[in-house]
């Protein structure tokens, strides 16, 4: 894949956004900091893309935590957002399902545009959005009060599906999708709270998987998990892609580079550099990027 | 004190060591004989009551329970028609008052969080009704409440589903409903605050899982909060349902004073603790006053009971949530 | 590859219809709570008012029939009797509470939490009857003195509950600190209490102050029922909420009257009491928010 780098060591983004024919312009091209891969066709980029952000911005009540995030995820992949604590990587996500907004005091302005469409529209539903967006969080956070059965089958009940051999089947396939199946299918009665914590998430992962989004947002899924659980959430997030659109924000740079095909790099809250994993890990085309990895950072 | 860390003080030091230790043991007997003082009175509160209400008890035994005669003509004393007020009262005063009380803690914990002056404008609006005296609230059911609730509830009920047996008999507006009316409005305070309270406790992540699934506002309240909230909700039921239960004066005040056992809302009745508000300071003869001093050994174990078992949900809850939290 | 079955993805109008509903149901509920607070107080307030004026609040009652006359006595029993009652209360309360944040671990301190917290909750009427097997048989009469000490049981458990969280507040570290400096655990306490837990203690004091000066059931089988001013501490006296309550069950409307103005003045004392009270520990809480 070709680059090509502008005055500001920053590749233009502006034509990608043109197309989207409902997007205003001079919005999008203040910053101009989307990175996007011009090689490929323009129409080709307008349906390999599952979500764009233009000039994203949060806000804890005055403290600004997102300054204008540009960023094109595409789908069917991984996209891997790394960066230093506090730099704005779980607020940036729980952007992208309206999740924040619902932390009082904080706000959000500019656009998230999934399928060609803007979520923070005042037309869209957000649970609509938290319904083709699925989330799993840092810590896992299984219904404590419900069974195994129920926290993957709780998604699917909201939305009115009762069948029993239909629930029956989702269970089971989520289950086997997030590598839980084996250890729990003796006893899918028992509460989610008496797993072990990597099960718990796992099973949060499946919880996620049930009701068939298009989108997994996952908060350093791993961050609480030894190395073999951690190893099982990789393999079942790899598995995943064929089907679903990934955005994983990992502080574990191998984890980054074994399974993400995109990665973003952030730093207070700016979108420092964002391209194809390999190239951000070794050949990274800011400073800041490269300290980040190679664990120069100050 | 441990004796190493005596070992290492110069002898000065000893010494104002050994005069605060001596001040420290003074002191912690002189605060264990105050907690020793509560239990004191619990205790001798029990012991009292019980010696008090011999007469009664030899007369009566256990029958004094079920017993449904209170005569102070023929001296035959039993304590069901008393019972009964007090359980049919706390209860509509659940029935009502849950719904509302859980409504607010909602309000309070759910629904305007990021409104912080409407929540504790409102919250301090519900406090305040913990702080009116309950004699203050029975003057206002006597007076205003009572009045109210005759003509616009009970006379419709009454008129158009008089058949039904609850709603038998002639609205007056001092009976069974006006009191658990009065009641209901009298654990709100209670009940919302706790719940208020164990809602605040249930974690953030628990609403987002939920959030996260595509539920609508009102389904993580419904299938994620309050779940995840049910036995501290529980807790606050039961504490609510004490309070109604040793509730006196406002009662006394509203509920007409009648001995009755009757499926009729809208007849007068008569509570443990009102009887003995009304009748103890004219009550004449041995008998009589130890009867009502066995009313109040019963009231005494009810509220032990409910006390008992609210906080051992309320505890259970606190350890449930520490582990996960 | 993942059978997506559900092509286009909707909320139903149902659940969307529930979500709206629920939230009726709630602000319906929040306003039913808040009604029945504003009808209470524009009750008292229409109904007390016109009676209102110094020679009411201060004046002795006068048989029925008569003109003007006044709660004065009330007022003085109540006053007297909360008072002595505090005096009882605080210091066991105070004592107590330190225990139970001292020692929580000890079995006494379990057992008498838990007596402490089925106190706090207990049918104050049993209480009652308490104080009068105990001192009103003994002494063979009512009075002012039976009735302090039911109160004074009443307040006993607001005043260790609100000692020991005063006390449990300040941080361990704290205390830690002044006992590694050598500072023995007792001066440790009583400077932590006269300190940072100082608010606390005071409100927690005066909650029980509120809450005995509203309390009606044992006064009935303790301290009995005067039109006079007292007269020593072992007569029979009045009180507000007994007043209230006497007063608003006879048959005179005069008297009803004079029962809303009570009720007034009861009432007053009470929110001023609680509201000052909510004052203290907002700031209280904003100033150790400002510390972090
Ligand atoms: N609820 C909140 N209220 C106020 N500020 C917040 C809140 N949550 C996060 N912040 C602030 O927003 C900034 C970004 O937080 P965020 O959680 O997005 O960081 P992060 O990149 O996910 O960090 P980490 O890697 O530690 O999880 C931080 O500076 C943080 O202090
Ligand atoms: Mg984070």
New interface residues.
């Given amino acids: 894949m070709r680059r090509r780098k502008k005055k500001d060591g920053l590749v233009m983004g502006e034509l990608a956004i043109q197309e989207q024919s409902d997007i205003d312009i001079s919005l999008a091209s203040q910053q101009g900091e989307v990175l996007s891969d011009s090689s490929a066709s323009v129409s080709q980029r307008r349906r390999g893309h599952k979500i764009v952000t233009i000039d994203l911005k949060a806000q804890f009540g005055r403290v600004q935590v997102l300054r204008g995030i540009n960023l094109e995820i595409k789908e069917r992949s991984i996209t891997a957002i790394m960066g230093p604590s506090g730099c704005g990587k779980t607020t940036f996500i729980r952007c992208l399902n309206r999740l924040h907004e619902l932390t009082p005091g904080a706000s959000v302005t500019g656009r998230v545009i999934l399928d060609g469409e803007d979520i923070y529209s005042p037309k869209v539903n957000p649970v609509l959005v938290r319904r083709k967006i699925g989330m799993v969080f840092q810590k896992p956070n299984p219904f404590p009060t419900m069974s195994v059965y129920d926290n993957v089958a709780a998604g699917l009940k909201l939305n009115g599906v009762r069948d029993k051999a239909k629930l029956d089947e989702a269970v089971e396939r989520s289950l086997k999708l997030a590598f839980l199946w084996d250890e729990v299918k003796d006893d899918l009665k028992k509460s989610g709270a008496a797993l072990s914590g990597g099960q718990q998430q796992r099973l949060c992962i499946a919880r996620a998987l049930a009701v068939e989004p298009e989108v997994i947002l996952m908060d350093e899924p791993c961050s609480a998990l030894d190395p073999t659980a951690t190893a099982k959430i990789e393999e079942a997030i790899f598995e995943l892609k064929k089907d679903y659109t990934i955005v994983i924000v990992t502080h574990n740079m191998q984890q980054a580079a074994r399974v993400a095909d995109y990665t973003a790099f952030f730093y207070l809250g700016e979108l420092i550099e964002y391209g194809n994993t390999e190239q951000i890990f070794e050949n990274p085309k800011n400073e800041l990027t490269e300290r980040y990895i190679t664990g120069k950072f100050g | 004190m441990k004796a190493f860390s005596k070992a290492r003080l110069t002898k000065t ?1 000893v010494r104002t ?1 050994n005069a ?2 001596n ?2 043991s003074l ?2 007997v ?10 004191a ?2 205790t ?2 029990a012991f ?2 019980y ?2 209400s011999l007469p009664s008890i030899s007369k009566f035994g256990i029958s004094f329970i079920w017993g449904t005669t209170w005569d102070v003509s023929t001296e035959m004393f039993g304590a069901l028609p008393f019972i009964f007020g007090t359980f049919v009262t706390s209860l509509l005063a659940l029935l009502i008052g849950l ?6 803690a ?2 309070l914990s759910e ?1 305007v ?2 409104r912080r002056m409407v929540t504790r404008s ?1 919250g ?6 913990a ?10 059911g ?3 409440l009572s009045p109210l609730l005759r003509r616009y509830v009970e006379t419709p009920l009454h008129d158009y589903l008089g058949f039904v047996p609850l709603f038998a008999g002639t609205p007056f507006g001092l009976d069974f409903f006006t009191a658990g009316v009065l009641l209901a ?1 009298m654990i ?1 305070p209670t009940v ?1 605050a706790i719940s208020r309270d164990v809602l605040n406790a249930v ?1 953030n ?15 993580v ?4 909060v309050l ?2 909230a ?1 036995s501290g909700i529980f807790g606050a039921t039961i ?1 609510g349902l ?2 109604a ?5 406002a009662v006394t ?1 509203v509920i007409g004073n009648e001995p009755k056992i009757t499926a009729s809302l809208f007849s007068g009745g008569y509570t443990l ?1 009102a009887v ?2 009304n009748q ?2 004219e009550a004449t003869g041995q008998l009589y006053i130890s009867s ?2 066995e009313i ?1 050994l019963v ?2 174990f009810m ?2 009971a409910i ?2 078992f609210a ?1 051992l949900l309320i505890w259970k809850m606190k350890r449930g949530m520490n582990i ?1 939290v | 590859m993942v059978r997506r079955t559900n092509d286009s993805i909707s909320v139903s109008t149902s659940r969307i219809l529930m979500d709206k509903l629920m939230s009726i149901l709630v602000y319906a509920a929040v306003g039913l709570a808040s009604a029945a607070l504003i009808l209470i107080l524009a009750e008292t307030l229409i109904q007390g008012l016109p009676i209102l004026k110094l020679s009411f609040l201060l004046d002795a009652p006068v048989p029925v029939g008569f003109s003007g006359g006044g709660i004065g006595p009330d007022i003085e029993g109540t006053l007297i009797m909360v008072g002595i009652a505090s005096l009882i209360s605080v210091p066991i309360g105070v004592g107590a509470g330190i225990f139970f944040s001292e020692w929580p671990e000890s079995k006494l301190s379990s057992l008498s939490s838990f007596s402490n917290d089925v106190l706090a909750e207990f049918p104050s009427m049993v209480i009652g009857i308490f104080v009068y097997t105990i001192i009103v048989l003994t002494t063979g009469r009512f009075s002012a003195f039976a009735g302090s000490v039911a109160l004074s049981i009443i307040m006993i458990p607001v005043v260790a509950r609100t000692t020991e969280e005063s006390l449990k507040i300040v941080p361990k570290t704290l205390r830690e600190a002044s006992m590694a400096l050598g500072v023995s655990r007792w001066k440790t306490v009583v400077r932590v209490v006269m300190s940072t837990g100082k608010r606390g203690l005071i409100t927690g004091i005066l909650l029980a102050l509120a809450r005995a000066a509203g309390e009606t059931a044992p006064l009935i089988l303790t301290a009995g029922y005067s039109t006079a001013f007292l007269n020593g501490l072992f007569n029979q006296t009045g009180s507000l909420p007994y007043l209230i309550y006497y007063y608003a069950i006879s048959p005179y409307s005069s008297w009803h009257a004079i029962a809303w103005g009570a009720a007034l003045i009861l009432i007053a004392i009470m929110f001023v009491m609680n509201v000052s009270v909510k004052l203290a520990f907002a700031s209280k809480f904003e100033e150790t928010r400002a510390e972090i």
């Avoid at chain 2, 002189?30 to 239990?39: K, S």
């Avoid at chain 2, 702080?131 to 206002?140: D, E, M, T």
């Avoid at chain 2, 992540?205 to 595509?214: D, H, P, T």
């Avoid at chain 2, 309240?221 to 994620?224: D, M």
């Fill in positions: 030091e060591w605060s230790a001040a420290d002191m912690k002189l605060v264990a004989v105050a907690a020793f003082t509560v239990i009175i619990l001798a509160i009292e009551l010696l008090n719904p509302i009380s859980l409504g607010v909602i309000f629904k969080k990021s409102i301090t609006l519900v406090e305040l009704l702080a009116v005296p309950s004699v203050i609230y029975g003057l206002w006597l007076f205003f409005i709100i919302s974690p992540s628990q609403r987002e899982a939920m959030y996260s699934l595509g539920a609508t506002h009102w389904e309240i419904w299938k994620a779940p995840y049910r504490l004490a309070r239960v040793g509730e006196t004066m005040m603790a003995i508000a103890f300071t009502l001093i109040g009231l005494f509220a032990l006390n008992t906080r996960r």
